[in-house]
């Protein structure tokens, strides 16, 4: 982005430069007798302004809505994206309710093969996605999940569902320290490990009450969670991409078309 300054500057500055010849002739205009002719209608202008407020007005907010495309346009990331139905897929012909319905059971059902997802990393989220403070509902891997970010800077990611009585902690949640509190009874769980350290009307605190913790890391601007079928602990960790880390990939904005595929395809 800041590249991009100078340039502006300079673009700026060339404006000027070419537009400063056609000063110097209005400059001579003004003392020649179209110049006392613009002075004589100078004030009938200025007069009649006042009547063409509304139009000004009118004019400023296409403008204005004009200038904040562009700057969207030229100064910001691109994000792009597509759905199924805007790249032409879909089922073939005119199918009625009753054919759609049994296709969509038939994908349903489940027979003997591996599991759904293939074990490893998976990317959640951009790193800049998640502020210092702040909780995300997602739903990923046919998990329901909450990310959050503790006051450490670390991010944490947990079962959305709270075990007390099912409430959703990625929506009304509140980070307290390195932890995420229940939006409906106020119940405290920790990050590291998912345990209850909480319960606002209670000393006691049951030694069972935990919310499941997932392992996740944060690298390459992505945050990503470990998944595993048999729920084994990361066996290897994704690697570092010195480009980014080192700050010669910047993000740029990203396109994206969603396609039906196996998880695995890139």
Not at 10 to 18: G, K
Not at 93 to 115: F, H, I, M, Q, W
Not at 210 to 227: D, G, L, M, R, S
Request: glycine share 8%; net charge negative; aromatic share 12%.
């Amino acid at each position: 982005m800041a590249s991009y300054k100078p340039l502006c500057l300079f673009a700026f500055l060339a404006v000027i430069a070419a537009a400063s010849p056609m000063l110097l002739k209005l400059h001579d205009v003004s003392r020649s007798v179209w110049g006392t002719v613009l002075l004589l209608f100078t004030p009938m202008v200025t007069e009649n302004l006042h009547r063409f407020s509304w139009l000004l007005a009118s004019c400023s907010l296409p403008f204005g809505y004009l200038m904040l495309k562009l700057w969207k346009l030229f100064f910001t990331p691109l994000h792009l994206q597509r759905k199924l139905h805007e790249i032409g897929y879909g089922p073939e012909g005119n199918s009625s309710l009753k054919d759609v319905a049994n296709e969509y059971r038939k994908r349903r059902k489940c027979g003997d093969t591996p599991p759904v997802y293939p074990n490893g990393w998976f990317r959640v989220l951009d790193s800049h996605e998640l502020a210092l403070g702040d909780v995300k509902y997602i739903s990923v891997l046919g998990e329901h999940l909450a990310v959050f970010r503790g006051v450490d800077g670390v991010a944490y990611i947990v079962d959305a569902y709270c075990p007390h009585l099912g409430a959703n902690l990625g929506i009304g949640g509140q980070v307290v320290g390195n932890c995420l509190r229940c939006p409906f009874h106020g119940w405290l769980y920790r990050g590291e490990d998912g345990k209850c350290v909480e319960v606002p009307y209670s000393e006691k605190i049951p030694d069972f009450e935990k919310t499941k913790a997932w392992p996740c890391v944060e690298k390459n601007c992505n945050i990503y969670i470990w998944y595993h079928a048999e729920e084994i602990e990361p066996t290897w960790m994704p690697d570092d991409i010195e480009e980014i880390e080192n700050g010669i990939w910047t993000y740029r904005g990203y396109t994206e078309h969603i396609i039906n595929a196996h998880i695995e395809v890139n």
